[in-house]
């Protein structure tokens, strides 16, 4: 059997040390010249050390069944430098390959346990002070780097969100942030992933950021090994591409070389930090011992090419520095690894027997933030103020249609609150496509209501990165269909973040989202889109979606309190057609515009909107958002035509507790569920399917959308629920349960 690649690199670096057979330096630095004591020298390189036999102690736990899937930092180990030039609470969004990085920042923090930490993590126990047990990840809480899984780009975009948090807090100067008014962001990640459109929406929408001369402290870190999983990168293209991009600071170093590798992080370090500039840091490294443990490199890889990166190891080369600085000799080199080995083995041998989550609910309460564990001292503090400035007096006091109450909802939230910030595309002077967020930019600044440009990606990933710094965003995504471009960004991201780290940490927020329907002056799919499947099956996430006015102004209020308080990523659907309508029956009856001042309170989950009597009705219809809407309209024709019926307007679409939507409904001879979307992985499948589970015995059915995209004009209506089909399905549904 051939020998494993983990053993062949530990021998290669002990055989290498005993014949005195260092690579000799490419550079001129010392120690004292990129300012490092001796003490830091040897500091790192037992970080280096210690992430190295990590590495191996990983290769050998999933042999033996004892660990899982595990990417490697095996010549990344550079990144070391990095840490230790960087402060403490420098908020780092890591790779997966910064292993290094990660045990030498929590060198910094006496009486600090990374090995077991990490072995913690890499057997999956409970025990495992990041995630519990949940997953591999690379963080801390305690110093600023948030849990990680396996990345490819798409932490880049809150890593730009929580650079330009740092700059907005100072400029607001707001005394509630996580992060020091002079911290800088880091964002590592590797050259394959630079070709992510997620790492580029992230760069580009840095660069464009500087490029107005607004202050980003940034420091992105490109670790480039030459090669992407088994793909390799075209030599120079990451230095081609953003050696001279505009906005960006570029350095270059051997990441290789532990002292080259701190010369440009100091220098990196005084641009991001005193300049408040965007810096593109390259490494260029090695990757040892393949992609991961489950990587067979032989495969695709040369041994030539496989040997030549195992002779730059970084750890060879940082041994030749200590030896040359006279810190250590060759014996005291081979002595160190030899005892790190040794105690990694013993470290992780005992990972291995502590204990593993064991109970569907111990691996789900990490799902949801603990209530108030974020800012507990703000818990009941919020008291709705009626704004009074640039939002005039006739405003707040008459009666007003959707979009105006929202808007002035939004004002309230901010008038209340510091943390909030309302950002998106046309928010600002335009006050949004559809008015929503009218006069706010007159009314608070320019800095806490914003336009960004034209990436849904960005915007979202500046959501999570303001925060992760102690904000509460409240960002606006123009359209439903254009999410689709960066859901990721909520599913994978934002919603995740409470998972990977044991409920400690979170991303409150509130996005607001134009969507829906019927939207008869602006039609066509991508203004008109129907699909919201994409949140329904994010563990954790709130969906909301008024269908008047005065239920919009309280279930918003409630968002907010739900992301501040408890941490939540909440959706707040807007249907667009509903924005400007002020009748419902008749022409000038205003039975859909109310007054903001007269509007008390905040909705919570489960509060359900029920209309009509209370006692046994003929039918019941269940809805929400624009059905909501249609149906009110057909009971009217229904109760004329002598058939008695209950509007229950859902309002929450996720979660759903459906002991609440029972009572709603019953008692009632049959249930019409009426959805405005499609047939296939609609909302309506899961209320039937749960309904019929818990022993529903009434006649129910549900009146959906058709699975199509929404044509242009008046063939839009011929795929949608009508007034008329609603009707005409309810008392298809009575005649059916009477015949029956």
Request: glycine share 8%.
């Amino acid at each position: 059997m051939s020998e494993a690649p983990h053993e062949r690199l530990s021998k290669n670096f002990r055989r290498r040390l005993a014949a005195r057979d260092l690579p000799v330096p490419s550079h001129n630095h010392t120690a004292a010249s990129v300012g490092l004591t001796r003490s830091d020298l040897l500091g790192i390189f037992e970080s280096q050390l210690m992430s190295r036999h990590l590495d191996y102690a990983a290769r050998r736990l999933g042999a033996a069944g004892k660990g899982f899937y595990s990417i490697g930092s095996a010549g990344h180990e550079g990144n070391a430098g990095i840490a230790n030039v960087f402060r403490t609470d420098d908020i780092a969004f890591l790779h997966y390959r910064s292993g290094a990085f990660l045990i030498e920042r929590q060198r910094k923090r006496p009486g600090s346990t990374p090995l077991w930490d990490m072995a913690l993590s890499f057997v999956a126990s409970r025990e495992d002070p990041v995630s519990g047990g949940r997953h591999k990840v690379l963080g801390s809480h305690d110093l600023l780097v948030p849990p990680q899984t396996s990345t490819i780009a798409s932490h880049l975009p809150k890593a730009v969100g929580a650079g330009y948090s740092i700059a907005l807090a100072k400029a607001l100067q707001a005394d509630f942030t996580v992060l020091p008014h002079d911290s800088v962001a880091l964002v590592s990640f590797g050259d394959a992933s630079a070709n992510h459109s997620t790492a580029l929406g992230a760069l580009n929408g840095a660069a464009l950021t500087a490029f107005r001369g607004l202050p980003l402290p940034l420091v992105f870190v490109c670790e480039d090994n030459g090669i992407g999983i088994s793909v390799p990168s075209p030599t120079d293209w990451v230095a081609q591409t953003y050696a001279n991009r505009a906005g960006l600071h570029y350095l270059r170093a051997d990441g290789t070389e532990l002292l080259e590798v701190v010369a440009a992080a100091r220098e990196a370090e005084q641009v991001a930090r005193r300049q408040k500039r965007v810096v593109f840091l390259h490494l260029t490294t090695v990757r040892l011992m393949g992609h991961a443990g489950s990587d067979v490199e032989a495969a695709y890889r040369s041994a030539a090419a496989i040997a030549a990166a195992e002779a730059q190891d970084p750890l060879l080369k940082t041994a030749r520095s200590l030896i040359d600085e006279g810190v250590l000799g060759f014996a005291d080199v081979l002595e160190l690894d030899l005892q790190i080995e040794a105690r990694v083995a013993r470290v992780t041998e005992l990972a291995s027997q502590r204990p593993k989550l064991s109970s569907t609910e111990e691996v789900m309460r990490a799902i949801v933030p603990a209530e108030s564990a974020r800012y507990p001292e703000l818990k009941s503090t919020l008291e709705w103020r009626t704004p009074t400035a640039a939002v005039d007096r006739r405003a707040v006091e008459q009666p007003q249609h959707l979009s105006r109450l929202i808007s002035l909802t939004l004002a309230g939230i901010l008038a209340d609150d510091p943390r909030a910030l309302i950002f998106g595309e046309d928010v600002g002077k335009k006050g949004g496509v559809y008015g929503a967020t009218t006069r706010l930019q007159t009314e608070f600044g320019p800095r806490r209501v914003f336009d960004t440009h034209l990436d849904e990606q960005s915007i979202l990933g500046l959501a999570i990165g303001m925060a992760q710094n102690g904000f509460v965003p409240i960002p606006e995504i123009q359209f439903l269909a254009y999410v689709h471009n960066a859901e990721d960004q909520i599913r994978g991201e934002a919603s995740t973040l409470p998972f990977f780290s044991d409920g400690k940490a979170a991303n409150p927020m509130v996005i607001r989202i134009a969507g829906l329907a019927y939207q008869r002056g602006f039609g066509g799919h991508f203004h008109n889109d129907n699909a919201i499947g994409v949140f329904r099956d994010i563990p954790g996430l709130i969906l909301a979606c008024p269908s008047r006015g005065d239920d919009a102004v309280r279930m918003l209020r409630g968002c907010y309190r739900l992301a501040r308080e408890q941490g939540r990523v909440v959706i707040f659907l807007e249907p667009i057609a509903l924005y400007n309508v002020k009748d419902l029956h008749a022409d000038g009856d205003g039975a859909l515009c109310f007054s903001y001042r007269s509007i008390d309170g905040e909705l919570g989950l489960f509060d359900l909107g029920i209309e009509g009597p209370k006692d046994l009705v003929d039918v019941a219809i269940l809805t929400y958002g624009n059905g909501a809407h249609l149906s009110r309209q057909a009971i009217k024709r229904l109760q004329k035509q002598g058939t008695s019926a209950r509007l229950i307007d859902l309002r929450w679409l996720k979660p759903l507790d459906m002991a609440v939507i029972k009572a709603a409904i019953e008692p009632a001879r049959c249930l019409l569920i009426v959805d405005e979307c499609r047939r296939t992985g609609s909302l309506s499948e899961e209320l039937l399917a749960r309904l019929v589970e818990e022993g529903f015995a009434e006649p129910l059915a549900r009146h959906c959308a058709e699975d199509s995209f929404i044509p242009l004009g008046q063939a839009a209506y011929q795929v949608l629920p009508s007034i008329e089909s609603i009707v005409n399905n309810a008392q298809e549904l009575l005649e059916g349960r009477d015949g029956a």
